[in-house]
């Protein structure tokens, strides 16, 4: 049975980008940036652009919208780090969803390349999680 979560996501130092959920641990995750413009993508179909800027901020723009019931992005305070003290951590724009979330999943391209899906979709195959053998379904259904 599907239930609503909350899910906080923002960025750390200058190449982590946490993804957090209390309710379903699973969909917790580090995921490291590959300094352009990363996208986190749930399975109700948003999709959400990340971006380290040259400030030192962490930006969050939401690029496609799904079916999340509701979506909060707390700009950050300051236009650069510069203006923080050293031992701030308050350099990210901060992502607040709520929703029935099935799934997430970081991307270095939207769409992404054919490499990533693939390198994603053999890593879940070796996991055999849920989510892998619900993607390795779905790209059985688009290649026929």
């Not at 959920?21 to 995750?29: D, F, I, S």
């Not at 979330?101 to 996991?127: C, F, G, M, N």
Request: charged residues 30%.
């Amino acid at each position: 049975m599907s239930r609503k979560v909350d899910v906080l996501i923002r960025g750390y130092s200058d190449n982590i980008v946490d993804i957090t959920c209390v309710e379903q641990p699973a969909l917790t995750k580090e995921h490291y940036y590959g300094g352009r413009r990363d996208y986190i993508e749930f399975s109700t179909r948003d999709v959400f652009m990340v971006h380290y800027s040259s400030k030192g901020i962490w930006e969050i723009q939401h690029t496609i919208q799904g079916e999340l019931e509701n979506v909060e992005i707390t700009k950050c305070r300051v236009d650069s780090i510069e203006e923080l003290a050293d031992d701030s951590e308050d350099y990210s724009d901060i992502l607040h969803v709520t929703g029935v979330v099935e799934w997430i999943d970081p991307w270095e391209a939207w769409p992404p390349s054919e490499h990533e899906v693939l390198y994603k979709l053999t890593d879940r195959i070796q996991d055999l999680t849920a989510p892998g053998l619900t993607l390795l379904y779905a790209l059985a259904r688009v290649t026929r």
